[in-house]
T-cell receptor
Framework: ETGVTQSPTHLIKTRGQQVTLRCSSQ?????VSWYQQALGQGPQFIFQ???????GRGNFPPRFSGLQFPNYSSELNVNALELDDSALYLC??????????FGSGTRLTVV | AQTVTQSQPEMSVQEAETVTLSCTYD???????LFWYKQPPSRQMILVIR????KQQNATENRFSVNFQKAAKSFSLKISDSQLGDAAMYFC????????????WGAGTKLIIKP
């Protein structure tokens, strides 16, 4: 049974650019959640996808968007990057919302 | 708004001793779940223990146990026989029953284990 895999592990982008982060769900999981964890803080919920549909969203602007694919893998896209977007982005998968498994995150630095 | 507060930014304990990490939360809900997660330097969030609010019995997982006080909205984690591998950030998280699975997190407590 494979766990949750996120890519890339680290990324440096320039303010104003766009970025795509990827997440492969654990086998058998149909739900993916994304969280933003700023340095020294707890994670903040961005959104969740269940069977390719967004079914929950936190307090993040529309320039944060996502996709879930038929194999339940997922992407997080962020447009018009700002310095405050620098953070660790965590992906978590679950089956029907029960028992989250987290990946090791993508560290995004915006300069 | 539902919030989770961890008032101890950092705690230290001697190896083999017991330490308790504090967590309080604010909610008007009656049904919810509470979690403690561990985040080592590898950055992956690892579930330590889970508590359902409707259960009065405190959850335990080997050396880890909780003291769940629903009326006081308190959810502390006790680690017995601390080991060097327990060193990490510990996060308390709250999940409302009808939230579409949106976890609400505290700011974390850094646990240092002294050999």
């Amino acid at each position: 049974e494979t766990g949750v895999t996120q890519s890339p592990t680290h990324l440096i982008k320039t303010r104003g650019q766009q970025v795509t982060l990827r997440c492969s769900s654990q086998s058998g999981h149909n739900t993916v959640s994304w969280y933003q964890q700023a340095l020294g803080q707890g994670p903040q919920f961005i959104f969740q996808y269940y069977r390719e549909e967004e079914n929950g969203r936190g307090n993040f602007p529309p320039r944060f968007s996502g996709l879930q694919f038929p194999n339940y893998s997922s992407e997080l896209n962020v447009n018009a990057l700002e310095l405050d977007d620098s953070a660790l982005y965590l992906c978590a998968s679950s089956r029907d919302g029960h028992g989250y498994t987290f990946g090791s995150g993508t560290r995004l630095t915006v300069v | 708004a539902q919030t989770v507060t961890q008032s101890q930014p950092e705690m230290s304990v001697q190896e083999a001793e017991t330490v308790t990490l504090s967590c309080t939360y604010d909610t008007s809900e009656s049904d919810y779940y509470l979690f403690w997660y561990k985040q080592p330097p590898s950055r992956q969030m690892i579930l330590v223990i889970r508590q359902e609010a409707y259960k009065q019995q405190n959850a335990t997982e080997n050396r880890f146990s909780v003291n769940f006080q629903k009326a006081a909205k308190s959810f502390s984690l006790k680690i017995s026989d601390s080991q060097l591998g327990d060193a990490a950030m510990y996060f308390c998280a709250y999940l409302p029953e009808d939230s579409n699975y949106q976890l609400i997190w505290g700011a974390g407590t850094k646990l240092i284990i002294k050999p």
